[in-house]
């Protein structure tokens, strides 16, 4: 069957509600493609419209995690859509063959999808259906989103298509605002991925019940079950940031860019960050215990050598010197008085002494009590230096009244010509 005159299909390789997909060549530019055709626009007044949607919503994104929009028309009175073919399995297929999937494969499977749900966001696209079904691996295993069938515009509430209160997406992957009834956000994508990797890793969806109302209530009621209970071997950075996106309140869920930004760079592996390189610390100077030998800690403890610990020096009886000083005096190379040369330091000193005594010497001989006029002399005097005359020898007293020659006043004591003494 040939579609617009140039694509041609060969083999159907999925069917949904409302079209079905098929392998295809394009004969004009010669590769293949895939080409999906709407089969409910009898039956669904609205399928005719949210298949344009569609069109004009994935045709909006040109992103490597997201399949391209290569042509939208018309073919007798069918609506088909034009994709590029994505050459592997989705990841609904994947999980029915393995059960799940180890985390370093997990971890690229998040990094791409929130990759290709950022691109939509920015651009204000809402996805709203994200499931494992949705999400295709091409033959080198690179994430590809597709069917953007009930993805509407942030801009315009009524792009879905949908009466009001109704819910669209699966239960099974659907946020918990959403089952509320509220507009889906660029949140709400987060989540449903949040619920596929829990899938990928564990095998199972967060929340499983009877009905599709019993999951509702799961997701807005009941907390996940960490995988690491389940028995999943994965690191706790990896466990965190998942429940993180599994969070009940919107507004505590990362962003798809920041999703992306976290897997690609690894975190999930919990490695710590690097520090900043810490700069050289100067070596200490060596230290002297009380015994004398250098060492890293005091004698009877248990200080490892090195440790910054402070210690005071032992108490020592009044008069004697501490054992220290000593020390100090021989480590600094015959130094003393504050690092002055012990040369410089017997020179000052005797400088010193000297001043003093010749002090000393001036004061006792200039002294008031050593003075020749004061101090009689203890010897005999010279006959150039006669002593001098007494007043009584120079000046006898005079006679007269009753006193007679004989009786006239005696002189007093003194010194003789000679220079002996007078006596009675």
């Known amino acids: 069957m040939l579609i617009a005159g140039r694509y041609r299909l060969k083999t159907a390789?999925?069917?949904?509600?409302m079209?079905?997909?098929?392998?295809?060549?394009d004969e004009m530019l010669g590769r293949p493609v895939a080409v999906k055709l709407l089969i409910a626009q009898n039956s669904d007044p609205t399928a005719a419209a949210r298949?344009?949607?569609?069109?004009?919503?994935?045709?909006?994104?040109?992103?490597?995690?997201?399949?391209?929009?290569?042509?939208?028309g018309e073919q007798e009175g069918r609506l088909f859509l034009v994709m590029e073919l994505v050459e592997g399995d989705s990841l609904?297929?994947?999980?029915?063959?393995?059960?799940?999937?180890?985390?370093?494969?997990?971890?690229?499977?998040?990094a791409q999808a929130a990759a290709g749900l950022a691109d939509a966001h920015e651009q204000g696209i809402v996805h709203r259906d994200i499931k494992p079904g949705n999400l295709l691996l091409d033959a080198v295993g690179s994430v590809k989103i597709g069917d953007f069938g009930i993805a509407r515009f942030m801009d315009d509430p009524g792009g879905a298509l949908t009466a009001t209160g109704q819910i669209v997406g699966t239960s099974l992957y659907?946020?918990?605002e959403r089952a509320l009834g509220k507009p889906a956000g660029p949140p709400s994508d987060v989540y449903s991925l949040g619920c596929v990797l829990y899938q990928l890793l564990t095998g199972r969806t967060p929340f499983n019940a009877d009905s599709p109302i019993a999951v509702l209530h799961h997701h807005l009621d009941t907390p996940p079950v960490p995988p690491r209970q389940l028995g999943v071997a994965l690191p706790p950075a990896f466990e965190n940031y998942l429940?993180?996106?599994?969070?009940?309140?919107?507004?505590d869920r990362p962003s798809a860019r920041q999703t992306a930004e976290w897997f690609a760079a690894g975190s999930w592996r919990g490695r710590p960050e690097p520090l900043p390189a810490a700069a050289p610390r100067p070596a200490p100077e060596p230290r002297t215990t009380p015994s004398g030998a250098p060492s890293g800690a005091w004698p009877g403890t248990n200080v490892p050598p090195g440790s910054v610990t402070t210690y005071a020096f032992p108490s020592t009886a009044t008069g004697s010197a501490p054992a220290h000083r000593g020390r100090r005096r021989q480590r600094t190379g015959g130094r003393a008085l504050g690092g002055v040369p012990r040369s410089r330091t017997v020179g000052a000193i005797a400088a010193v002494v000297v001043f003093l005594a010749a002090l000393l010497i001036g004061i006792a001989w200039f002294s008031p009590d050593h003075s020749s006029a004061d101090t009689p002399p203890t010897g005999r005097p010279s006959a150039t230096n006669p002593a001098p005359a007494t007043p009584s020898a120079l000046n006898?007293?005079?006679?007269?009244?009753?006193?007679?020659?004989d009786q006239q006043q005696a002189p007093k004591k003194g010194k003789n010509k000679r220079g002996g003494d007078d006596k009675d």
């Open 19 to 25: 079209g079905e997909v098929w392998r295809a060549y």
């Open 13 to 17: 390789i999925g069917r949904g509600a």
């Open 243 to 251: 429940l993180g996106l599994l969070a009940k309140r919107p507004e």
């Open 92 to 110: 609904h297929r994947v999980l029915a063959q393995a059960g799940s999937l180890p985390a370093e494969e997990v971890a690229r499977i998040a």
């Open 174 to 176: 659907i946020a918990p």
């Open 51 to 72: 298949f344009r949607l569609e069109a004009q919503t994935a045709g909006r994104l040109q992103h490597p995690h997201v399949v391209g929009v290569v042509d939208f």
């Open 396 to 405: 006898p007293p005079p006679t007269g009244g009753d006193n007679g020659p």
